[in-house]
């Protein structure tokens, strides 16, 4: 058997292209520079693999900031907006990505979603009536010769052609239908030119075919591959899937002319039954997702080479593959040096899947696969016992009645006593929580990891940030007011840190957007809360105002689904247990004077089941009660507050708004408010908060931008039950643009509030 990835991280072992193109934006290295970090990277990247014994490498894994705006660029689909900006090739990539305002315009970026289900983000492409998609870009074939320069014949990655064009926003009257001949004369050229250039195979992933697909789907599916296959010459062409089944289109896909079929094995419920009730194409090869590329504990030797031999029996050729690409792993275990070796053998960042790949074709290739060292080994990592069982919180899970995750009394109800109580403004105005981490606080917490700084005197730092934050809040002249959590380094590992049962890493780094980086927490055992672990920050940041000040906490669900969860364990068991710790956080931070919570589900929508019918058995049936159980024991005065990040929240607003939260935060300023639509059409109950503005753009929005987007607001919600926010936590963000933003807003606000009068 061969082996093979889907594709490799590309943020560098100790993140590089981050930090490089961080400079780049600040002025301080030179667009060649940052091509060059670029290039190191991607030949370290190249020889790893080639070292690891990777028989396929793939290339144009690269990105500086996404592979779909990569695929836009590429295929001529660039807003006009952008390319009128007059702007370096590279400058106006990252306009897309990031917005411009400058002296030669001021411009949004473009929308960004969710990956699937995964903490990645794309930039959603648009395109109009007048786009011409066509072959503009060079990049694929200049990475595929950059490899070969280097003694690899490499298997190009691109973006497949039904997936780009599913993704996309049409912004005029024509549809995807629409675009079928220019998309297919473009992935014709491309294939034409890789064929002139010497490839083997050519892979065009195609993960939307994992989702539920309709017949006008799988023909559009068909009609763009039945053009493009022709034009393949000597190139073999791999459609490759991930983060599903394609119980939808299977046929359809192993009819087309298709030289490889990337199935993924990890995720894909249906996969393997598929093949074992509908055969495999003799004339094909198996991509075979064995790997799981999304987690990283080793993989189970056994279970692999069972499902490897159920796969001989109808498929006569098969490469060993990731279930889906490694960008959404850490790139190496090599950097982890405080981790103790007990803990570190069972992890497999990307590095240790390369090896993975290796041992497992060894152990497949072998007469006596149960007799190799490499299996020994393995199933003997896999027998292991491990630490971390807490039966109480078993218990207090198994003991949860339905009863638990109701609150008293009913919304409406609460709606009035809360207004009693607090009294705000028409809009009131508020911030999603974090304030701007700004160097003292980074230099800081690096000193007392350190110990280059006690904890008393990182204390004291925290303790004048957050009163500087306060008194900064109140010169604005927000409503609602926030700490600013400069005590956490990131809203899922903090908390992770105040829990047992959870492992932390030094340099577990992945991509989430462009230059933003994430460290997942592990959940190691069961999850119970060691200690208060917000109430001293926040009771502090009260007692500085008189306005309400709100306790910030992450969800339950988000804590689950931006951790490196278990295996051995339901995802539902692991949730319930984190509700139960934030749920004990919440009834502190109330007995403690706080009378405003959050309770931040920014993932809540990530996770969900790509396909409609696991929808509710799958995940809302225990996410929304693990929600509901956190605030289900506070007071009616008490008011919960939520908040949801770059997602499509259309098709579940009935299950957010029976999460039962008093307010919910939502983004919506990339996606120019159209969630408002969807709230007016289900009669959406929560008080919303729908982000007037795009934190994680540089450009400073203005007073009459946002007056704009709270008048679209007030169009289509009751103005009672409007909030004015921005879209997001100002963690990335520097004070020269978020004092100036949150001036905006709220003078915005209060000439909203005069002409409502």
Not at 393 to 422: G, M, N, S, W
């Amino acid at each position: 058997m061969n082996t093979t990835i889907i594709g490799y991280p590309r943020i560098g072992n100790l993140r590089e292209l981050k930090f490089a193109s961080e400079k780049y934006f600040r002025g301080e290295i030179s667009a060649a520079e940052l091509e060059q970090a670029a290039k190191e990277i991607r030949l370290f990247n190249l020889n790893l693999q080639k070292n690891s014994g990777l028989d396929m490498i793939p290339s144009n894994d690269f990105s500086f900031y996404d592979g779909v705006l990569d695929t836009a660029f590429l295929l001529n689909a660039v807003p006009a907006r952008y390319s009128a900006l007059g702007l370096s090739g590279l400058d106006t990539y990252f306009a897309a990505a990031r917005g411009y305002q400058g002296e030669k315009g001021d411009v949004k970026a473009l929308a960004m979603k969710k990956w699937f289900n995964t903490n990645y983000h794309y930039m959603v492409p648009e395109i109009d009536d007048d786009t011409e998609i066509r072959l503009t870009g060079t990049k694929p074939f200049g990475l595929f010769r950059e490899a070969l320069d280097h003694g690899v014949k490499t298997k190009p990655v691109l973006i497949g052609a039904y997936t780009f064009l599913k993704l996309a926003r049409f912004r005029g009257q024509k549809k995807a239908a629409d675009f079928i001949q220019q998309a297919a004369g473009a992935y014709s050229e491309l294939l034409e030119k890789f064929s002139a250039l010497g490839a083997e195979w050519v892979q065009f992933d195609e993960p939307s075919l994992v989702m539920d697909m309709t017949a006008e789907d799988i023909q559009l599916f068909k009609a763009l591959y039945e053009q493009i296959l022709p034009h393949k010459g000597s190139v073999k062409v791999l459609a490759q899937t991930y983060f599903g089944d394609v119980r939808d289109c299977y046929q359809a896909l192993c009819s087309l002319g298709f030289d490889g079929i990337g199935l993924d094995f990890v995720e894909g419920k249906h996969s393997l039954a598929l093949v074992r009730e509908n055969g495999f194409p003799k004339d094909k090869v198996l991509f075979a997702g064995v790997v799981n590329g999304k987690n990283i504990w080793r993989n189970s030797y056994a279970a692999t080479i069972l499902t490897l031999n159920q796969l001989k029996e109808h498929a006569s050729a098969i490469v060993l593959n990731t279930s889906c690409s490694l960008l959404h792993v850490p790139c190496t275990l090599a950097n982890e040096t405080k981790l103790a070796e007990g803990y570190k053998k069972h992890f497999a960042y990307a590095e240790e899947k390369l090896t993975e790949l290796a041992e497992l074709k060894q152990i497949a290739d072998s007469d006596a696969p149960f007799e190799t060292e490499e299996y020994r080994r393995n199933a003997a990592l896999h027998n292991e016992k491990r630490s971390g069982t807490n039966d109480a919180v078993k218990a207090k899970v198994a003991a949860l009645t339905a009863q638990d995750f109701v609150r008293q009394p009913e919304f409406a109800e609460r709606e009035k006593i809360q207004k009693a109580r607090f009294q705000l403004p028409l809009f009131p105005t508020t911030t999603i929580g974090s304030f701007p981490q700004t160097a003292d606080v980074k230099s800081a917490r690096t000193a007392l990891r350190r110990g280059e700084l006690s904890a008393t005197d990182y204390e004291k730092l925290i303790e004048r940030k957050i009163a500087e934050c306060v008194a900064l809040q109140e010169k604005i002249g927000l409503d609602v007011l926030v700490h600013g959590e400069f005590e956490r380094n990131d809203m899922v590992e903090y908390f992770g840190e105040c829990l047992d049962g959870y492992l932390f890493t030094e340099k577990a780094w992945v991509q989430s957007y462009g230059t933003r980086c994430v460290k997942p927490p592990v959940i190691w055992g069961d999850i119970s809360r060691a200690k208060p672990m917000t109430v001293r920050w926040s009771v502090y940041a009260q007692s500085l105002t008189e306005k309400p000040m709100k306790g910030m906490l992450t969800g339950p669900v988000t804590i689950l689904n931006w951790s490196f969860p278990r295996e051995d364990i339901s995802l539902k068991e692991s949730a319930l247990q984190i509700a139960l710790a934030i749920r004990e956080e919440v009834l502190d931070l109330e007995a403690n004077g706080i009378r405003i919570i959050q309770v931040d589900e920014a993932a809540l929508r990530e996770k969900l089941p790509l396909r409609k019918a696991d929808w509710h058995e799958d995940y809302l049936d225990w996410a929304i009660p693990a929600f509901r159980y956190v605030h289900s024991g506070v007071k009616p005065e008490t008011q919960i507050h939520t908040h949801m990040c770059y997602s499509e929240f259309a098709d579940i607003i009935r299950d957010i708004d029976d999460m039962d939260a008093d307010v919910i935060t939502f983004e919506a300023s990339r996606s120019d408010l159209t969630i408002l639509d969807v709230l007016k059409e289900n009669n959406f109950r929560t008080e919303v908060g729908p982000g007037v503005y795009d934190i994680h753009s540089p450009r400073i929005p203005s007073k009459e931008e946002i007056k704009d987007a709270i008048s679209k607001m007030r169009a289509r919600i009751p103005a009672e039950k409007l909030w004015v926010n921005p879209d997001c936590g100002l963690k990335t963000r520097g004070n020269a643009e978020t004092v100036p933003s949150l001036e905006n807003l709220v003078n915005a606000a209060k000439e909203a509030r005069n002409e409502n009068c």
